[in-house]
C-alpha cells in the first residue's frame, strides 16, 4: 500500500488500528471511568438519533418509530468500553456523510494492566468510522492518530484535549487537525470516501480514494 503522508501510514493503521480493537478485548478496564453516553444526530435526514453508551459497549437508534436496540459485535463493544474519551465529531462536531455514518474519536489507555511500565502512562487515539446497517452498528475504518505503543505522534497532544485538537471543516471535509509532514506543521484534513477515511494536507479538493 501507498503510504499516506505525514506520521502515520494506512497500511499501519489498519492493521495496527484492528489489532488494537482486538487486543482492547483482552485488556482489564481502565483506572479512569468510560465516558458517559452520548447522543449524535444521524446525518441522513431522517431526525434519527445515534445513543452510544461506551460504558455498556451498546447503540440505540432513536427515530420518531421509537428505540431501537442495536446489534454491536463483540470487538466493536469492547473497544468502546475500554476507552477514556469517546467524542462525536465531524461537521459542527456532530456527525458524517448524507447517510448513517458517525464519526468518533476515541482514546485508550496504551497499557492498563502494567501503569508503571512500557507507555503505562500512554495512550491510543484514533477515529473510528461507525455506520448503522441493518440493525446494527458496524466499523467501517479506524486510524490511529497518536500511539505509544507504536510510536505514532502528531504536531498536538490528541489525548490532552482532543475537543481543541479536531476542528471542523467546510463539507466535504469532516474534521482537521495539526500535524507533522516532511519537518513542517500541517493541517491535515479527514474526509470520507467509499466508506473509507482518507487523509489529505488541505481542504480544497474533493477527498480521494485512499489506496
Known sequence: MTPLPGTFTRDVSRRVGVTLLLVAATLTLPLRAAPAP???????GSGARLRIDSRQGSARLLSASGETELRVNTTLRDALSRSDTVLA?????LTAEPD??????VSAPSNPTAPMGYCGAGQEDGLLLLAVRNGALVMHDFV????????????VDLGAEPAAALHPVPSPWLVSFAAMHDDRRVQRCVGIRDERLTFQDDCIAAPDASP
Open 89 to 93: 465529531i465531524g461537521r459542527h462536531r
Open 144 to 155: 490511529l492518530l497518536q500511539s505509544c505503543l507504536h510510536s505514532i505522534e502528531q504536531a
Open 100 to 105: 448513517s455514518s458517525v464519526l468518533l474519536f
Open 38 to 44: 452520548i447522543s449524535v444526530p444521524l446525518a441522513d
